[in-house]
């Protein structure tokens, strides 16, 4: 049993054994931003490739959480570098969240997204002034400009890490293969 504090101070009791593993949160962007509910667009057989490492953390491991770095490549081109600091809402502060309202049960899967920043503050601050609907239309519009779509055989290559490879997540490389 692990006693943490997330980043508002609110206590964290880890029970158990907690363990990492590399996810891709594969989405079909073609199907997505033209059908909704969004879960068929993350629901195609081979979606979600998990592995090929559960690293099992020890307590001291919690301190170097913030420094594992998750990098992402397709067909060799670097396409993601960041670090778990650089999340929106980092992994402890995630599982205080969201113990809140879910029992979280041994062999639980959580995953917590990517390490992406948050938009400039004036884009949250206009943000926060639309409707739900007039958000998603500009999101998917601006999605729908986005030229970097997957295609037949390209291959994807992440990786999760820290510096000193105390922990190590493995590399995972997912080709991609056409629906049709």
């Known amino acids: 049993m692990v006693d943490l504090l997330d980043p508002s101070g609110l206590p964290v009791r880890v029970v158990h054994h907690v363990g990492l593993v590399l996810t891709n949160d594969v989405s079909a962007r073609d199907v997505q931003l033209t059908k909704t509910p969004f879960y ?29 770095r998750l990098k992402l490549s397709v067909n060799c081109d670097l396409s993601q570098d960041r670090t778990l600091a650089d999340m929106i809402v980092r992994p402890v502060q995630a599982l205080s969240l969201l113990a809140r309202f879910q029992i979280l049960d041994p062999g639980d899967l959580l995953l917590t997204g990517t390490a992406l920043k948050a938009p400039p503050k004036a884009v949250e601050k206009i943000g926060a002034l639309l409707p739900p609907a007039v958000k998603w239309k500009a999101f998917f519009r601006s999605q729908a400009r986005t030229p970097h779509f997957l295609h037949a055989d390209d291959l994807i290559t992440a990786t999760i890490t820290t510096p000193d490879g105390r922990i190590d997540l493995g590399e995972q490389r997912t080709p991609v293969a056409d629906a049709q």
């Open 40 to 68: 068929e667009s993350k629901s195609y057989p081979t979606f979600t490739p998990t592995g090929p490492y559960l690293a099992l953390l020890e307590p001291e491991d919690f301190t170097h959480l913030l420094d594992l």
